[in-house]
């Protein structure tokens, strides 16, 4: 007995915190390469979106889109409908 505690309780609860200590290590060891990758995964999506928009396909696909939301124009862009079958037997 230790200050009034079984020393096997002591110990199981030294072992917990030892096994505690090593997961949140390795748990933030693991975050800092998952950070690592996901700013080079940032890194690529920017690279690809500067090339995409400097290279003049934004200006014509923007373009189109309005051109086609004109053609339509006599059409509402959501169509609601209220009625309702039940699927219930």
Same mark, same amino acid.
């Given at each position: 007995?230790?200050?009034?505690?079984? #020393?096997?309780?002591?110990?199981?609860? @030294?072992?917990?915190?030892?096994?505690?200590?090593?997961?949140?290590?390795?748990?933030?060891?693991? +975050?800092?390469?998952? @950070?690592?990758?996901? *700013?080079?995964?940032?890194?690529?999506?920017?690279?690809?979106?500067?090339?995409? @928009?400097?290279?003049?396909?934004? @200006? *014509?696909?923007?373009?189109?889109?309005?051109?086609?939301?004109? +053609?339509?124009?006599?059409?509402?862009?959501?169509?609601?409908? #209220?009625?309702? *079958?039940?699927?219930?037997?």
């Amino acid at each position: 007995m230790l200050f009034g505690l079984r #020393t096997d309780y002591v110990d199981a609860c @030294l072992k917990m915190i030892e096994r505690g200590i090593f997961v949140s290590s390795w748990l933030a060891a693991e +975050a800092r390469r998952e @950070l690592g990758a996901f *700013k080079q995964f940032l890194s690529f999506i920017r690279h690809g979106l500067y090339v995409y @928009l400097f290279s003049g396909r934004p @200006l *014509k696909f923007v373009q189109r889109l309005f051109s086609q939301i004109r +053609a339509r124009s006599h059409r509402p862009l959501i169509q609601i409908t #209220t009625s309702w *079958k039940s699927t219930a037997t």
